[in-house]
């Protein structure tokens, strides 16, 4: 089984989320090789077949031109699957790829089942498994969802090329807005989900990260509530954040939040679902009704 990898770069860097894609194919038990747009003194960290092309000659972000590097690749080595992260430049590339060669897409795989891959659906309230037919299959990966693995080494570089002009013209990245609160740089992140209830319930939330020092962080159900402003949001939406201490408050631990937290130092959830997802990353997993341990963890700190 073989696995085509496309890496990303920005701004001329390799773009370290990239790894994530080895440790999909190290879970699929596929070999891989790596396409990259990018340049010779920004190469990954691994042995194997790495085709290159030149960003400064095909732009960072070109899918007509990036596309047909991908074909090209494709048209080499004859991979099962071809694969790319469900960023912008994922989201754009991949069905591209897919209409060129005909074959199936699967969009933001969150892991690999038995007898295929598992799918968010539902607003991310449901996962759904889908089993691709024919061969290859393009298939993209919610960020997060798999482990950064460098494999180290020194890759076999070898040049590739494409015919032809893109449609359209790359302009530049455009920086997002300035942040309401820099979570990145916490050392400690309390936050607040679905679970604490309601929007009054946030400043008990709010009291807990002044007892400990820290910032309050919030899941995406409870800003798109209104409860918080969206510059709280962890997440793969929000703020990816590693904060020495987290504590996760009514919070299920959907995928996408996990993905934004799980490189904390210590995480702490409390939830009074014993099965609750956010568990299985949890040091810590208080079971009870959040607004009771909340503010009775508080008083305790302010003794």
Known sequence: MKALLIAECRDGKFLDYSYELFGFAAQLGADTTMLLVG?????????????????????EQNPDLHKRLVLAAVERERPDYVVLMHSSYGWDLAPRVAAGLKVA???????????????????????????????????????????AVKPGGVPALQRIDAEGEGKLEFLGYEPPPPKGVDLGRAEVIVSAGRGIGKKENIEAIAALARALGGEVGA???????????????????GQTVSPKLYVACGISGAIQHLAGMKKSGFIVAVNKDKEAPIGEVADVLVVADVMQFVPALTAKLAK
């Open 219 to 237: 899941s995406r159900p409870v800003v798109d509530s209104g409860w918080i402003e969206a510059g709280h949001q962890v997440g793969t939406t």
């Open 105 to 147: 897409q699967l969009s933001e795989v969150v892991s690999v089942a038995d007898d295929g891959f598992e799918l968010p659906c539902c607003s991310q309230k449901m996962r759904r498994k889908a089993k691709p037919v024919g061969s290859p299959v393009v298939l993209t990966l919610q960020l997060g969802a798999f482990p």
């Open 39 to 59: 340049k010779e003194g920004e190469l990954p960290e691994c042995g194997g077949t790495v085709y290159l092309a030149d960003a400064g000659r095909y732009g």
